[in-house]
């Protein structure tokens, strides 16, 4: 099989966004890359299970990557994600390092504090006890024998936090915090 570089794309973007607005194949082929490119609809709701029942996380997981194994002869090896998507590739990268031993996130919406998250999108999360259970902060030393970048617009909302989270890492994590906001334009350098 092949190696694949699973997308994830912010809230409320899908697959599509990925491949047409963001064009991720063009990133990864500039990266010398030999790896195909697979993407899911992001939705709402983060990538962790919610009261409501739905969980993107176990979707990825459970469906996408054995789909792209059986269909296409895939092996997801790196994840790639913005915003929302940073989050949730940052978490699947902490919760299964051998399966995903590589991780690029730009402008990740990620929170040291349930406060500091419940203030600014209240329903990422189902509480502080869903919080806490799905901190990225808090597994961020998972990602020590991981190849992770960061990168982040110095005009981004999530300027701090994605700062704070790769001062965290050891090694420090590949990637830069350059002019540029939360928007298509600086997700597409």
């Known amino acids: 099989g092949s190696d694949a570089v699973l997308c994830l794309p912010g809230r409320g973007s899908d697959a599509r966004w990925v491949m047409e607005t963001l064009h991720a194949v ?104 869903d919080f806490a259970h799905n901190d990225v902060f808090a597994g961020s030393g998972r990602l020590s024998g991981s190849a992770v970048s960061i990168s982040c617009g110095t005009g981004d909302p999530f300027l701090a936090n994605d700062r704070a989270f790769a001062a965290r890492l050891h090694p420090h994590p590949a990637g830069e915090f350059v002019t540029g906001c939360h928007d298509e334009d600086f997700w597409r350098r």
């Not at 082929?29 to 790896?35: D, I, M, T, V």
């Not at 090896?77 to 399966?99: D, K, Q, T, V």
């Not at 990740?108 to 990422?124: L, R």
């Open 26 to 129: 063009d990133f990864v082929a500039a990266a010398g890359l030999r790896y195909a490119v697979a993407a899911v609809d992001g939705g709402e709701t983060y990538w962790h299970r919610r009261t409501s029942g739905e969980d993107r996380m176990r979707m990825l997981l459970a469906d996408f990557v054995p789909m792209l194994a059986d269909r296409f002869g895939l092996r997801p090896r790196a994840l790639l994600g913005w915003s929302m998507g940073g989050y949730g590739a940052l978490l699947a990268a902490e919760r299964h390092p051998a399966r995903f031993p590589a991780v690029a996130v730009s402008s990740a919406a990620i929170w040291p504090s349930y406060a500091q998250q419940h203030a600014a999108v209240a329903d990422a999360f189902d509480g502080a006890g």
